[in-house]
């Protein structure tokens, strides 16, 4: 083996339904997972992205390193939400040093946040324009980063990424089915409580928005029609029976709950496409748990009029059996996207 460098990192998803941790190491024949967990969280762990009990998380993340047998502290974690804020910009043309230098000043036009509350990175895009440079600006709020960071240093390890859920969405796709030349794809991460949608082509995001969505709506849907508790309505969302819920019903609220999520993806897809830079988008894969919401996939690719994949974030990954729990994370792959792109980040 080779390739770690003193760059590795274990990826670490802390989403509002489950912590999620996989650690890669490179061989002479690919990626091999050594390491690959979920820990499920509490309803009110996480809401909406803010961590609400973070003695909760610190020992879901220690749980995962002690059955994972993982040895490296530093870890890869992402964001995404409200607070985080992705736009692609045009600058006149400059140098590396002199964009470093004005980047604050071009961010406030664009960011509606005080510049001092957040953390500014960027990147610069390819453009076909020579008289303006295009850059992928990203400001997360510091108080943001703060929250999601003090659980993962209350658990002893060392935030040494802190990424955007869809950019490690974006990765795990790449690495999974390679950045497809010309095509433009959407990218689908449906959470529990968020649908992170990342536009791609040629290796770059050309639009993100995150939208208030996810599997939690189904389960609202099931608690309020049928009055349920929170643990029953998952249960009839996973297809499990729950005496008194006839097939029928719970068909009628799926449906219900994913046609509110259609327009919500139709709305983004429209906007991009009729955006300055916009385009067609030809094919988009789901990920993330709610892509196995019942029959969820085939409907999106039914309205939408394109081909609708499932995201495989293992597919090119090479794994011991005899060591990992290879039901779980085969079963759970659409929500290990995430996990997988941070854990990627070690080969950046
Ligand atoms: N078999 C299944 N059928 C339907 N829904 C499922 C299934 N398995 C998982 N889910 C749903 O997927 C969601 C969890 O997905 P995921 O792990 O991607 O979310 P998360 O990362 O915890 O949340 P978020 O990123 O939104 O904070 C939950 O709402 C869960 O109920
Ligand atoms: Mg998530």
Same mark, same amino acid.
């Not at 890869?76 to 985080?84: K, Y």
């Not at 928005?209 to 189904?218: L, P």
């Given at each position: 083996?080779?390739?770690?460098?003193?760059?590795?990192?274990?990826?670490?998803?802390?989403?509002?339904?489950?912590?999620?941790? +996989?650690?890669?190491?490179?061989?002479?024949?690919?990626?091999?997972?050594?390491?690959?967990?979920?820990?499920?969280?509490?309803?009110?762990?996480?809401?909406?992205?803010?961590?609400?009990?973070?003695?909760?998380?610190?020992?879901?993340?220690? &749980?995962?390193?002690?059955?994972? &047998?993982?040895?490296?502290?530093?870890?890869?974690?992402?964001?995404?939400?409200?607070?985080?804020?992705?736009?692609?910009?045009?600058?006149?043309?400059?140098?590396?040093?002199?964009?470093?230098?004005?980047?604050?000043?071009?961010?406030?036009?664009?960011?509606?946040?005080?510049?001092?509350?957040?953390?500014?990175?960027?990147?610069?895009?390819?453009?076909?324009?020579?008289?303006?440079?295009?850059?992928?600006?990203?400001?997360?709020?510091?108080?943001?980063?703060?929250?999601?960071?003090?659980?993962?240093?209350?658990?002893?390890?060392?935030?040494?990424?802190?990424?955007?859920?869809?950019?490690?969405?974006?990765?795990?796709?790449?690495?999974?089915?390679?950045?497809?030349?010309?095509? +433009?794809?959407?990218?689908?991460?449906?959470?529990?409580?968020?649908?992170?949608?990342?536009?791609?082509?040629?290796?770059?995001?050309?639009?993100?928005?995150?939208?208030?969505?996810?599997?939690?709506?189904?389960?609202?849907?099931?608690?309020?029609?049928?009055?349920?508790?929170?643990?029953?309505?998952?249960?009839?969302?996973?297809?499990?029976?729950?005496?008194?819920?006839?097939?029928?019903?719970?068909?009628?609220?799926?449906?219900?709950?994913?046609?509110?999520?259609?327009?919500?993806?139709?709305?983004?897809?429209?906007?991009?496409?009729?955006?300055?830079?916009?385009?067609?988008?030809?094919?988009?894969?789901?990920?993330?748990?709610?892509?196995?919401?019942?029959?969820?996939?085939?409907?999106?690719?039914?309205?939408?009029?394109?081909?609708?994949?499932?995201?495989?974030?293992?597919?090119?990954?090479?794994?011991?059996?005899?060591?990992?729990?290879?039901?779980?994370?085969?079963?759970?792959?659409?929500?290990?996207?995430?996990?997988?792109?941070?854990?990627? &980040?070690?080969?950046?």
């Amino acid at each position: 083996m080779f390739g770690l460098g003193d760059k590795s990192v274990v990826g670490l998803d802390i989403g509002s339904s489950s912590v999620k941790v +996989c650690e890669l190491k490179k061989t002479r024949h690919g990626m091999l997972l050594t390491a690959g967990g979920i820990e499920p969280l509490a309803p009110d762990t996480v809401v909406d992205g803010a961590i609400m009990d973070a003695n909760n998380v610190s020992e879901a993340i220690e &749980r995962l390193y002690q059955v994972n &047998r993982i040895k490296n502290q530093r870890v890869a974690t992402s964001v995404s939400g409200h607070s985080v804020i992705c736009k692609k910009i045009s600058v006149a043309p400059m140098s590396e040093q002199e964009l470093a230098e004005s980047i604050q000043w071009e961010a406030e036009q664009h960011v509606p946040f005080d510049i001092s509350d957040v953390n500014l990175d960027y990147q610069v895009l390819k453009s076909s324009n020579p008289t303006a440079m295009d850059i992928l600006l990203v400001a997360v709020k510091k108080d943001k980063i703060w929250n999601h960071t003090q659980a993962v240093i209350q658990a002893g390890k060392t935030p040494a990424v802190v990424d955007f859920d869809a950019f490690a969405v974006q990765n795990a796709y790449e690495n999974s089915y390679g950045p497809a030349p010309s095509v +433009c794809v959407g990218l689908l991460n449906l959470g529990a409580s968020v649908l992170n949608i990342n536009v791609v082509k040629n290796g770059e995001s050309l639009f993100t928005r995150d939208v208030s969505i996810g599997g939690n709506q189904y389960t609202d849907a099931f608690q309020k029609e049928l009055n349920l508790s929170f643990e029953e309505a998952e249960k009839i969302k996973l297809g499990k029976n729950v005496s008194g819920v006839d097939e029928e019903t719970r068909r009628q609220l799926i449906q219900s709950v994913s046609e509110i999520l259609l327009l919500e993806v139709r709305k983004t897809f429209d906007f991009f496409r009729s955006s300055p830079a916009g385009e067609t988008i030809q094919r988009a894969y789901l990920s993330g748990g709610g892509a196995r919401v019942e029959g969820l996939l085939n409907y999106l690719q039914q309205k939408l009029g394109i081909p609708v994949e499932l995201l495989d974030p293992f597919r090119k990954i090479e794994w011991d059996s005899t060591r990992l729990n290879g039901t779980l994370l085969k079963e759970n792959a659409p929500s290990m996207s995430v996990v997988m792109g941070l854990a990627l &980040r070690s080969f950046d």
